[in-house]
């Protein structure tokens, strides 16, 4: 069974700090989605990350896959009020167009 | 700008009623699909659709059913709305390329009283 979980699950932290989120699994994935989701809105793409080992930056976030495929990381420098939401990684299911969704990190920025 | 439309952003209704959730997007998507979110069960997918008239079951298919008529409408259907499908219903789509991701729309929130 192909689960994704991510780490933390609540975050609140200041302004300016820096923090990480982590999304592991015990399965190997073609490609990871990072998603943002504000409070009463839908869940938002953020990045695809497809090759193992493989680095994105999305401004003041960084976004890493783990040479195995089979975990990603989401780095944020600096971190600001409208960085608060709810972040979810998302694999496709094996063989499929279907998305297994990690259990979620909340996190808030306080100014 | 593309998009995914659910047709009501917030929905009350009794318990026992027939539910309808109507999702449209213009990206001329192949995959639609049907989720709910729940405070600490995080997204559960409902129902799918990889073509027109065509569906499959996702995790929590009891309870619900679902249609596609056209290529760009996915309705989710609750026969018999009761207090335990009070949530966050969110409908996404996709294409063909795996990378691509879904796009969602904005949710509708389901209470049943």
């Known amino acids: 069974t192909q689960l994704l979980e991510q780490s933390p699950q609540f975050l609140s932290i200041q302004e300016g700090e820096n923090l990480t989120v982590y999304c592991n699994s015990s399965s190997v994935f073609s490609s990871l989605q990072w998603y943002r989701q504000e409070p009463g809105e839908g869940p938002v793409l953020l990045v695809t990350?497809?090759?193992?080992?493989e680095v994105k930056k999305l401004k003041r976030l960084t976004f890493q896959f783990g040479d195995a495929r089979k975990d990603s990381s989401l780095h944020i420098t600096a971190a600001q009020p409208g960085d608060t939401g709810l972040y979810l990684c998302?694999?496709?299911?094996?063989?499929?167009?279907?998305?297994?969704f990690g259990t979620g990190t909340r996190l808030k920025v306080l100014a | 700008d593309v998009k995914v439309t659910q047709s009501s952003r917030y929905l009350v209704k009794r318990t026992g009623e027939k539910v309808f959730l109507e999702c449209v997007q213009d990206?001329?998507?192949?995959?639609m699909f049907w989720y709910r979110q729940d405070p600490g069960l995080g997204l559960r997918l409902i129902y799918f659709?990889?073509?027109?008239?065509?569906?499959e079951k996702g995790d929590i298919p009891e309870g619900y059913s679902v249609s596609r008529e056209k290529k760009e409408r996915f309705s989710l259907i609750l026969e018999s709305a009761s207090t335990n499908q009070t949530s966050m219903y969110l409908c996404a789509s996709s294409s063909d390329r795996q990378g691509d991701g879904y796009t969602f729309g904005s949710g509708t929130r389901l209470t049943v009283v």
């Open positions: 998302a694999g496709p299911f094996s063989g499929t167009y279907k998305y297994i």
């Open positions: 990206m001329d998507h192949e995959n």
């Open positions: 990350v497809v090759t193992g080992g």
């Open positions: 659709s990889y073509d027109v008239k065509m569906k």
